[in-house]
Antibody, heavy 125, light 109 residues
Framework: QVQLVESGGGVVQPGRSLRLSCAAPGFTFRSYVTHWVRQAPGKGLEWVAIISYDGSNKYYADSVKGRFTVSRDNSKNTLFLQMNSLRAEDTAVYYC??????????????????WGQGTLVTVST | QSALTQPASVFGSPGQSITISCTGTSSDVGSYNLVSWYQHHPGKAPKLMIYEVNKRPSGVSHRFSGSKSGNTASLTISGLQAEDEADYYCYSYAGSAYVFGIGTQVTVL
């Protein structure tokens, strides 16, 4: 059974760092592109980042480029999001999600079929 | 990376059909058939309702359907039910990025 479990959220001061994890037991994690998506309080969903199945290719939203880094450890079926220089506007629930493969090895996914339950990151003094 | 345009809210009575539009540009919706739709209840994980413009995942009701014309994608909910009340988001590949719609709140009267 496909399962995604995020962890690592919490309260952090502006300018500090936090690393989120997304454990993915129960499926062939290394075969799939995975996304990070967030939702700020009272706002809509926002795409954050995507990483290819082998970690060799990554894209980022302009709002986090240069501050956030996505990575994965396929030997441990785990996805990471390293968040540096955090700002108040990064406060959100962060979700990891599995992409539906269209072309093996490509970054284009036709949908996100499994999601974690989300982890809350609060950036505040 | 501008958000895709959706109506803020759509209302419908039980049994009616409603359609939610999702307007992008030739750089995202217009260029790729990688458009998906999500149902989101507050406090829960989003649920995939439509992928690749018009494909329905296993377990999703046949009352949900998707289409696309030019730079605009659409989600239609037929035979509206109380349980369909939620926020709905479209999502599109945009080259070296992805973009969500601003979201539509569906209210069943």
């Amino acid at each position: 059974q496909v399962q995604l479990v995020e962890s690592g959220g919490g309260v952090v001061q502006p300018g500090r760092s936090l690393r989120l994890s997304c454990a993915a037991p129960g499926f062939t994690f290394r075969s799939y592109v995975t996304h990070w998506v967030r939702q700020a309080p009272g706002k809509g969903l926002e795409w954050v980042a995507i990483i290819s199945y082998d970690g060799s290719n990554k894209y980022y939203a302009d709002s986090v480029k240069g501050r956030f880094t996505v990575s994965r450890d396929n030997s441990k079926n785990t996805l990471f999001l390293q968040m540096n220089s955090l700002r108040a506007e990064d406060t959100a629930v962060y979700y990891c999600a599995k992409g539906i493969v269209v072309v093996p090895g490509a970054m284009g996914t036709s949908g996100l079929d499994y999601w974690g339950q989300g982890t809350l990151v609060t950036v505040s003094t | 990376q501008s958000a895709l345009t959706q109506p803020a809210s759509v209302f419908g009575s039980p049994g009616q059909s409603i359609t939610i539009s999702c307007t992008g540009t030739s750089s995202d919706v217009g260029s790729y058939n990688l458009v998906s739709w999500y149902q989101h209840h507050p406090g829960k994980a989003p649920k995939l309702m439509i992928y690749e413009v018009n494909k329905r995942p296993s377990g999703v009701s046949h009352r949900f359907s998707g289409s696309k014309s030019g730079n605009t994608a659409s989600l239609t909910i037929s035979g509206l039910q109380a349980e369909d009340e939620a926020d709905y988001y479209c999502y599109s590949y945009a080259g070296s990025a992805y973009v969500f719609g601003i979201g539509t709140q569906v209210t069943v009267l």
